[in-house]
């Protein structure tokens, strides 16, 4: 959640920062997403976190600049500012973010707009509670004690297809009204009587809108409001508004739209995936057309869309992403492995199996998360198009799910960042090399559950650890040694987790050996530094060699990394003769081992002694620059400073 915070006036910049202090501290976002303006210069905020405004019109130039992009926009002063400040701003509410102002002394703080869809209602409510304001919220509906249509549909993440009916309707339910709410995706979505406010009536599943008469209204639920066991006759009963829940569109003849007692209005959840097959270079509007076609036959909302959907093959083709970007819809992509492996009944294609080593693209991408097809493979001028919606079960699979890549540091817990150390404690499963679980295992207590491989099992790690995220057992830490992105899983984790939509992906960030050897040295990376590992498992050598090469030549600090194994003997003496190529015998190098760990060892040594050094796979080596110095046994590279 992005969150903008506007002040005119030194008291209402401490304002602000006591509004922005608590927003993060109840983790409504990061703080890196929290902005703060203030008109006038003020020592109450730390001037690296705000930007400071100088006149009324530069401070308008940034309230447009940021409207479009921030969920809520906060101002500390007078109501009409603010009014002023978003008049040209405005859009529609199912656009526009929420708007709250207070006052400079914090005694009020109104939501606006968008108190409803944008959320300013709920954070008036939060900030009031913990700041002591009083939220003056003035939504007739907030007022009545009721729950408007927009919050019912933003409580249950779905989309409403007509704004006008959406206002029709709860205006009718602030006259006493009752609205009838009809399920008819109770597959994918499990509405209970417990989830419906008061004045809303919940049909069951078996209700359709053919059924009309003779209908019953029967039994009461236990919160005290009624459900429909059996469809009735609602027009008479007074339930002749309504509310469905729908993927599919139908024609408003069916619903008596003109009438003003016969009102249905479609809420639609994002419960649909869309495979998507082509050709090479489809342009955009070519897979919108097969798209708009497909879900206009089948009379499907597009609004349901949940993502699209089809091979890697196709990760990099412009006019698909093209479509994916202006729709704001994501976007994944499966290996022909992964879709091999979806089990189903399949339009099979000999001349796709060609291609793309998988006989179906669209209809197996559909599904490949689960749920069920309900449009099969048709083709429009080149785009295959299959439709999948995601059932109850796959909805609750695919709520989002923790992998935390996690940097360890050296190993010991003292070398570890908190985060790290509040991540490691919150997950329940632990993955990674089984020399680092080794590492871990002693600080955490015994009902984790633990997931290792040895060397060379990397992709096999972090299949283990994503599949294990996916199935829901509970967050996942995936540990590395020193930085998770520096020859870390990190960017292994990444190039894989298309394969798995569901889980969210934090990337933690660790001590990595090429400062905590440093700082054992000293200073050795005190300038501009270049960090290469020797381990030609994944680099050929020749490239390791080029990079070396141009290190030396630019005169960086060199740490290298995995300089030798049991297998790989004389790396390290051949580096230290290219970098010799072009940097003085003498120049001051160091080496540490075992960082953090029992046997740690440090030494300072010259670039002619280096080569013979017995290194091993938990050594890292530095090779100071022209400039590095030998000051009491310490290695320092000088940063430049005049002394």
């Known amino acids: 959640m992005k969150t903008v915070i506007f002040a005119v006036t030194t008291e209402g910049a401490g304002a602000a920062g006591r509004i922005r202090d608590l927003l993060t501290e109840e983790n409504?976002?990061?703080?890196?997403?929290?902005?703060?303006?203030?008109?006038?210069?003020?020592?109450t905020l730390v001037k690296d976190r705000c930007v400071i405004l100088f006149d009324r019109e530069e401070m308008a130039g940034y309230v447009r600049r940021e409207f479009p992009r921030a969920d809520a926009l906060i101002f500390i002063c007078a109501a009409g500012i603010a009014v002023r400040m978003i008049a040209p701003c405005l859009e529609h509410k199912s656009k526009d973010p929420a708007v709250l102002v207070v006052d400079d002394g914090m005694n009020y703080c109104i939501p606006i707009l968008s108190g409803h869809l944008g959320g300013a209602n709920e954070l008036a409510r939060t900030i009031s509670d913990r700041l002591k304001t009083i939220p003056v919220i003035t939504t007739a509906s907030d007022v009545a004690g009721l729950t408007a249509v927009d919050m019912f549909a933003r409580s249950h993440d779905l989309v409403i297809t007509d704004f006008?009916?959406?206002?029709?309707?709860?205006?009718?339910?602030?006259?006493?009204?009752k609205l009838m709410v009809v399920n008819e995706v109770s597959d994918t979505i499990d509405l209970m009587p417990a989830d419906i406010p008061d004045g809303y009536i919940l049909a069951d599943s078996g209700y359709t809108s053919g059924m009309r008469d003779d209908k019953k209204i029967s039994g009461t639920a236990d919160n005290g409001r009624t459900a429909i066991n059996s469809p009735g006759k609602d027009n008479e009963a007074g339930y002749g508004k309504k509310l469905r829940i729908t993927y599919k569109k139908r024609g408003d003849h069916d619903e008596g739209w003109n009438r003003e007692d016969m009102i249905t209005l479609d809420l639609v959840p994002a419960c649909l995936n869309v495979g998507i097959g082509c050709r090479r270079g489809t342009d955009r509007e070519t897979i919108r057309a097969a798209i708009d076609r497909c879900f206009g036959l089948h009379n499907l909302h597009k609004s349901a869309i949940k993502r699209i959907c089809s091979i890697d093959l196709k990760a990099d083709e412009e006019g698909l992403l093209a479509y994916c970007n202006e729709e704001g819809l994501p976007c994944t992509f499966y290996s022909a492995d992964r879709l091999k492996r979806v089990e189903g009944d399949f339009a099979g294609s000999d001349f796709v199996s060609g291609v793309t080593g998988v006989d179906n693209v669209c209809e197996r991408s559909a599904v490949a998360e689960g749920?069920?097809?309900?449009?099969?493979?048709?083709?429009?001028?080149?785009?295959?198009?299959?439709?999948?919606?995601?059932?109850r079960m796959q909805c609750q699979k695919n709520r989002p799910r923790g992998l935390y890549v996690v940097g360890i540091g050296p190993g010991d817990e003292k070398g570890m960042t908190i985060r790290a150390r509040e991540v490691l404690d919150k997950c329940r499963i632990i993955a990674g090399y089984k020399t680092y679980i080794d590492l871990v295992k002693p600080m955490l207590p015994g009902d984790k559950e633990y997931i290792e491989t040895g060397m060379r099992a990397e992709e096999e790690r972090c299949r283990m650890a994503l599949e294990a995220a996916a199935s829901g057992r509970g967050d996942v830490c995936m540990i590395c040694s020193g930085d998770a992105g520096i020859y870390g899983m990190a960017g292994l984790i990444y190039e894989l987790s298309c394969e798995y939509p569901e889980v969210n992906i934090e990337v933690v960030p660790g001590v990595t050996a090429a400062l905590s050897g440093s700082a054992l040295l000293g200073a050795a990376a005190g300038h501009d530094l270049a960090i290469i590992s020797l381990s030609d498992l994944l680099t050929p050598q020749a490239l390791i060699e080029k990079r070396l090469r141009a290190a030396a030549e630019g005169d960086y600090v060199i740490a290298l990394y995995n300089p030798?194994?049991?297998?790989?003997?004389?790396?390290?003496?051949?580096?230290?003769?290219?970098?010799s190529e072009v940097r003085n015998p003498d120049t001051v190098c160091g080496y540490v081992r075992n960082i953090g760990r029992k046997g740690e060892t440090v030494r300072v040594t010259t670039l002619k002694e280096l080569g013979n050094v017995e290194a091993d796979m938990f050594t890292t080596v530095f090779i100071g620059n022209s400039m590095t110095k030998n000051i009491g046994g310490h290695m320092v590279t000088p940063r430049g400073y005049r002394l």
């Open 164 to 177: 006008e009916r959406a206002k029709v309707l709860t205006a009718a339910l602030l006259e006493g009204e």
């Open 371 to 391: 749920g069920r097809l309900i449009v099969r493979k048709e083709a429009y001028d080149g785009v295959t198009v299959a439709v999948a919606v995601r059932t």
């Open 564 to 579: 030798a194994s049991k297998k790989r003997t004389g790396y390290l003496k051949k580096a230290c003769d290219i970098v």
């Open 28 to 43: 409504f976002c990061k703080g890196s997403d929290i902005k703060v303006y203030i008109k006038h210069k003020s020592d």
